[in-house]
């Protein structure tokens, strides 16, 4: 069998003439004998073994540095080829190839959008706006330029797009959407696997993208401007996940009639990366999005950042999918069960305190949602002890010194127990989705 040297590895030479593979540890190879490999010829077993020995063949075998095909160098995809070789992404470019973008809005955020995915070799990219290109444009909206100014946007992007990328196909739809019929209407035809929502205007476009997606069960990721900061996020995911209106009380009869937004090209072009990332890992099914049930307040130039999160949202994951005024309950239940099978608090209040750090897993959507849950489970069946015990000691307490000295007591294990659930919470957290991720090779959250 013939053998090709892997260049998607990096190979470093050195001035002693060796060369050395810095992500496979410091051992130095002769630069004469790697020549061949290098200028892409083939060996074989025999010869490999002779010039190397068989413990670095079998080593270059095991590692990859070896491959019986020679790696693509030179095409359009060579180098997303080789990062998803090194992310070990298998069939990434069958899945971008299958895979069917809309962008809402070819302006400052969604022209970027469609470079990326146009480069990226996304196979069916849908461009709507129904705007042409104006001179204020070109600060900040990618492949236009002056002699695109009165042509309208969408069919002028995919016009360039296609010249960027001819292996993808591209739909221009030049219009705006003045309804949510119309918004449906365009969902339901095209079937998206991903919607970018990139449009300013009418400012209420947000409440229709989320209730038709939610309908429809469309994913799709949202990005923009807000005064001079920017807003990333939320990237919904399905039914269960927070829609961008979960974080925003959208009043449908407000409008802009006036004000121009301040925008820089960085700005901008940064939104569409984040996106575009978010994009990349909901179409191959690897990797941890950043922005399910969050969204993410910066500004640039003071580097002011924050977080929104909304935990109030109901996170869909499985039979656990329940409010948490449910798990309350069943906390009681379980609760009153155990202390009357077994007539002892202790045990009734463990098989809490392991509920409390299993159950928040399944219904949250973050680790800080899951730390928040068991902490608040555990103070319940802290407290619910602490009523059982009272009403069933026969001693009960007699004065105001006694009272107090239990309140402290109690006070100091249940900060002890707080801290400990809430370290122990987060460490399960980040098992959980590891293994979940292994498992079904879905994004992590």
């Known amino acids: 069998m013939e053998y090709y040297l892997n260049q998607y590895y990096p190979i470093i ?51 990859g540095i070896l491959l019986t095909e020679p790696p693509d160098t030179v095409s359009r995809y060579s180098r997303t080829d080789s990062f998803c070789y090194f992310m070990n992404i298998p069939n990434h470019r069958a899945k971008l190839k299958k895979a069917k973008i809309l962008i809402l809005g070819c302006g400052g955020i969604g022209s970027h959008v ?36 009165g042509k309208a946007k969408a069919l002028t992007l995919g016009q360039k797009l296609k010249k960027l990328n001819p292996d993808n196909s591209y739909y221009p739809i030049c219009k705006n959407i003045d309804s949510k019929e119309a918004l449906f209407d365009i969902i339901r035809n095209i079937s998206p696997d991903v919607i970018v929502k990139s449009f300013d205007s009418p400012i209420y476009i947000s409440s229709w993208v ?33 829609r961008f209106g979960d974080f925003f009380d959208i009043n449908t009869e407000m409008e802009k009639i006036s004000g121009i937004g301040p925008s820089l090209s960085f700005e901008l072009s940064g939104i569409a990366a984040e996106l575009s990332e978010e994009i990349f890992k909901l179409i191959t099914g690897y990797g941890t999005l950043k922005y399910k049930n969050k969204i993410s307040e910066y500004e640039n130039i003071t580097n002011k950042k924050n977080s929104l999160t909304n935990i109030n949202k109901e996170t869909d994951k499985g039979l656990f999918n329940i409010k948490i005024w449910k798990n309350l309950f069943f906390i009681l239940t379980i609760y009153g069960i ?30 800080r949602e899951a730390i928040i849950y068991s902490d608040s489970f555990l103070i319940s069946g802290f407290l619910l002890n602490c009523f059982f015990r009272l009403s069933t000691s026969s001693s009960g307490i007699s004065g105001f010194g006694e009272f107090m000295t239990f309140l402290t007591v109690s006070n100091t294990i249940l900060s002890i127990a707080i801290i400990l659930s809430t370290a122990l919470e987060g460490l399960l957290w980040k098992a959980y989705r590891s293994i979940f991720c292994y498992m079904t090779k879905k994004e992590s959250i």
């Open 210 to 242: 989320d209730e038709v997606c939610e309908e429809q069960q469309v994913k799709y990721v949202c990005g923009i401007m807000n005064g001079t900061k920017q807003l990333i996020g939320p990237t919904y995911i399905g039914k269960g996940s927070a």
């Open 13 to 63: 030479s050195q001035p002693n003439g060796t060369v050395v593979f810095p992500l496979s540890g410091k051992t130095e190879y002769s630069l004469e004998n790697m020549q061949g490999l290098l200028n892409g010829e083939s060996v074989d077993e025999e010869s490999m073994i002779n010039g190397f020995g068989k413990e670095t063949f079998e080593k270059w075998l095991s590692e």
């Open 114 to 149: 469609a470079w990326n995915m146009a480069a990226l070799g996304i196979g069916h990219i849908y461009l709507v706006d129904g705007d042409c290109v104006e001179e204020s444009n070109l600060n900040r909206q990618l492949l236009y330029d002056m002699d695109d100014i």
């Open 338 to 367: 155990v202390n009357i099978i077994t007539g002892s608090t202790a045990a009734a209040f463990a098989i809490v305190a392991v509920y409390s750090l299993i159950a928040p897993l399944f219904i949250s959507g973050s680790s």
